[in-house]
Structure formats: structure tokens, C-alpha cells
């Protein structure tokens, strides 16, 4: 089993930055993936963004490139999403993910077996 723990939501004014984090534990050695999603009311969950563990490779969705950026320290089990310029629409509950890469690029949402219980960013205008 693996464990996801966020933090590091709140709320910030348009313009902002926010730097998530999510520490994983338990068996997390065959994941080899992992990712944020947002989901906002009435709206389905949707990716943000993804990484490999080992190759590094990222994938951003249209929405935040060249605001968010999803990094990791293997060392510490921790992945992070650093938000800038924040938008009144990045407003949802964020949620991190941690799975095995089934082949396809991007990774589908089935890839992902293991989910934290989410932090709220809320950004005002």
C-alpha cells in the first residue's frame, strides 16, 4: 500500500504562487509514477501535471504550462507542484497520485491506483 499525503493549499489573490506538497510512504518503490489532478465543483477531475520517477519525463496540461511545475526528492518521498500567476480558475481541490506507467504518454487516470485526500487552493480575483 501507499500513502499520499498533501499539503500546502490555501488561499491566495490572482497573481500568486503556492507550492504543493505530497509526501508518499509505504510501498512506493514500484511506482514509478506520479502526478497532480484538480477537481473543481461540477467539473470532472482532471490532470495537471505528471512525472516519471526515474526518466523524469513531465507532461503538463494546456491550462497551467509555463505556470505550474512539478518537480520531486526521491530522497525525502516527496513531489511537489510550484503554482505561479495564479488564476481564479486553478480554483479546486488538488490531489496527488502515485501509480505504475502502463505504456502511453500521457499516463491514463487508471495508471494511477493510489490518491492523497486532497488540499484546497482557492485563488481570488
Known amino acids: 500500500q501507499v500513502q499520499l499525503v498533501e499539503s500546502g493549499g490555501g488561499s491566495v489573490q490572482a497573481g500568486g504562487s503556492l507550492r504543493l506538497s505530497c509526501v508518499a510512504s509505504?510501498?512506493?518503490?514500484?511506482?514509478?509514477?506520479m502526478g497532480w489532478f484538480r477537481q473543481a465543483p461540477g467539473k470532472e477531475r482532471e490532470v495537471v501535471a505528471v512525472m516519471g520517477r526515474y526518466t523524469r519525463r513531465t507532461y503538463y496540461s494546456d491550462s497551467v504550462k509555463g505556470r505550474f511545475t512539478i518537480s520531486q526528492d526521491n530522497a525525502k518521498n516527496t513531489v511537489y507542484l510550484q503554482m505561479n500567476s495564479l488564476i481564479p480558475e486553478d480554483t479546486a481541490m488538488y490531489y496527488c497520485?502515485?501509480?505504475?506507467?502502463?505504456?502511453?504518454?500521457?499516463?491514463?487516470?487508471?495508471?494511477?491506483?493510489?490518491w492523497g485526500q486532497g488540499t484546497q487552493v482557492t485563488v481570488s480575483s
Open positions: 497520485a502515485a501509480g505504475r506507467y502502463g505504456g502511453t504518454w500521457p499516463p491514463l487516470r487508471s495508471d494511477f491506483g493510489y
Open positions: 509505504g510501498d512506493t518503490g514500484s511506482r514509478n509514477l
